[in-house]
């Protein structure tokens, strides 16, 4: 079963993207400038905000869940 989790090994603010990444199986750079055109085009703050939620919300791998 996966599971989403905050990437530990790659990781640029929180591991994100890196984690996203690693869950689709795709390169987090990518990830990381879909993120960046959508918050851009969002005016910048629904996307950080959901940013901030997700660091909040997801563990690290290797943390045990709440």
Same mark, same amino acid.
């Given at each position: 079963?996966?599971?989403?989790y905050r990437s530990t090994t790659d990781q640029l603010v929180a591991g &994100?993207? /890196?984690?996203?990444?690693?869950?689709l199986e795709?390169?987090?750079n990518v $990830?990381?400038?879909i993120w960046v055109i959508i918050t851009? &085009?969002? /005016?910048?703050?629904p996307g950080i905000v959901v940013y901030i939620l997700?660091? $909040?919300?997801?563990?690290?791998?290797?943390?045990?869940?709440?």
């Open positions: 079963m996966k599971r989403l &994100i993207c /890196g984690g996203i990444g690693e869950y795709i390169d987090p $990830i990381r400038v851009a &085009i969002t /005016g910048f703050v997700l660091w $909040i919300i997801l563990p690290q791998r290797g943390q045990a869940r709440p």
